[in-house]
T-cell receptor, first 113, second 114 residues
């Protein structure tokens, strides 16, 4: 079945540091790829997405590029802020012929001033 | 406002006492899902539904039931809760689509089973 391997946390960074959270996946076909963010005490919300190979999703300074050849979708931000402290989840869309969705285990990011 | 609502947000109960967590969405989405979130295990899918009266098991369905009698509602039923079902539960909905579409999540229900 489909699976997601996401960089384990927790990750602690100083404000303005560079962030990378690695994500690789296995899936049937070429699903859309998503990053979701969960702020403390809240549900998940979409951070960014990419729908096909070489697409770059971006939002709030975060970016991720759909790499078909390496089946990866790494999340990056050039300069993190305290307000970016949250849990980040990588999630491919359902594989071909499937309705099930698989999430990475989540990476907790803490940004200190 | 487009949203997914869940109730209750917090629940403490005892082993064996049947409970229902409600979920409702106002976006006319065909697909709905239930997840549980546990430390170190991330988000795991319990059940999902592709449309009214169409449901299927996810990765961890044991001990749970669902029903989808209306498009907007997708309640999660625990017939006889046990302590290992203590968890944070999320309901989500999305439109169907090739490769998948964005999921919209509810705010979560924190369940404690004593």
């Amino acid at each position: 079945g489909d699976s997601v391997t996401q960089m384990e946390g927790p990750v602690t960074l100083s404000e303005e540091a560079f962030l990378t959270i690695n994500c690789t996946y296995t899936a049937t076909g070429y699903p859309s790829l998503f990053w979701y963010v969960q702020y403390p005490g809240e549900g998940l919300q979409l951070l960014l997405k990419a729908t096909k190979a070489d697409d770059k999703g971006s939002n709030k300074g975060f970016e991720a590029t759909y790499r078909k050849e390496t089946t990866s979708f790494h999340l990056e931000k050039g300069s993190v802020q305290v307000s970016d402290s949250a849990v980040y989840f990588c999630a491919p869309g359902p594989g071909a012929g499937s309705y099930q969705l698989t999430f990475g285990k989540g990476t907790k990011l803490s940004v200190i001033p | 406002e487009a949203q997914v609502t869940q109730n209750p947000r917090y629940l403490i109960t005892v082993t064996g006492k049947k409970l229902t967590v409600t979920c409702s969405q106002n976006m006319n989405h065909e697909y709905m899902s239930w997840y549980r979130q546990d430390p170190g295990l991330g988000l795991r899918q319990i059940y999902y539904s592709m449309n009214v009266e169409v449901t299927d098991k996810g990765d961890v369905p044991e001990g749970y039931k669902v029903s989808r009698k209306e498009k907007r509602n997708f309640p999660l039923i625990l017939e006889s809760p046990s302590p290992n079902q203590t968890s944070l539960y999320f309901c989500a909905s999305r439109k169907p689509g090739q490769g998948g579409n964005e999921q919209f999540f509810g705010p979560g229900t924190r369940l404690t089973v004593l």
